[in-house]
């Protein structure tokens, strides 16, 4: 018998990046247009994270805030980067939001966006000497040895590399027994990147600049599920997409560089051959995000690339995210 499949979703991102752009930290206006995404009907909601490279605000504390206004949906990072904090008190904070958001955390992990700005951040937050790809494993390793640690027989301690801790079962434990679903945050999708998904985390969030080229990566992906001995469907195949739509690709794309340029400095030629972009009319993007349904992805994590985003939100739920889910039934 063949594993169940996964629910399609398809989320959103929180526009605390667009909001210190502008100058703006309204912690209400972040509340309304949460709400106004589930009501909506997004499934999920996800914040990004940064120290000083793209400042924000705290992506757990901005989760805690949205998980007492809603009800339904996930609330995700996209990705938290574990270097900019304490390993023991960024375990701390994770259970202590998984409890607030009733066990509806997922934690999107990785090392940061793969522009220079991000290499200084470890520093800043004052470990210079973090080893990107060797930490990131450790500290979820180490979470996990803290949030099983109660257990009869389970080590309350964890030697590794770059950390050491003891009496890890005196931490608070999450709502869910096993902590929230850890997702690897990638880049480049390397074959190493792709087996590290497979066999240490329970989803793999990509922005593959292509349909055709994420159908290789999952299936790559599954292959090494099953090499490690995991069961089918153990590793979500997730996608962060950025899109921007407008009445005619062309003012679509004036906006999404202006956004780009705002958020990195760098223009759309530049940003396109790392992360995955649509614009242009609704049905367009639609279109697009219809491919990468069709090439496995069942968790979409849209950012809208608008510096006012909310004004968007509508359309997007309207069009692309009823057109995933039409491609997602009529593919079953």
Known sequence: MGAVRE???VGVLLPTREQAILGEHSASSLLDFARRA???GFDSLWTGDSLTARPRLDPLVVLSAVGAVTRRVLLGTAAMAPALRHPLTAASMVSSLDHVSSGRLVLGVGPGFPVPDTDGEPADAGDPAAVRAGALDEVTALWRTAWSSTRPGAPNHFAGRHWQAENLDRLICPAAPDGPPMWLATGTDSARTLERAARLYD???SSRTSAESYAGARRRLEDLCRRAG????????ALYLTVTVGPDEQRARVELDDYLEHCYGR???QMSALCAYAWGPSEHCAQRLADYVRAGARHIVLR?????????????????????????????
């Open 7 to 9: 629910p399609l979703r």
């Open 38 to 40: 589930e009501q909506l």
């Open 203 to 205: 989803g793999w969030l």
């Open 230 to 237: 995991r069961r089918a469907g153990a590793v979500t195949p």
């Open 267 to 269: 223009a759309l030629e």
């Open 304 to 332: 809208i690339g608008s510096l006012r985003p909310e004004t968007h939100l509508r359309e997007i739920a309207d069009v692309l995210v009823s057109t995933a889910r039409q491609t997602d039934q009529e593919s079953t």
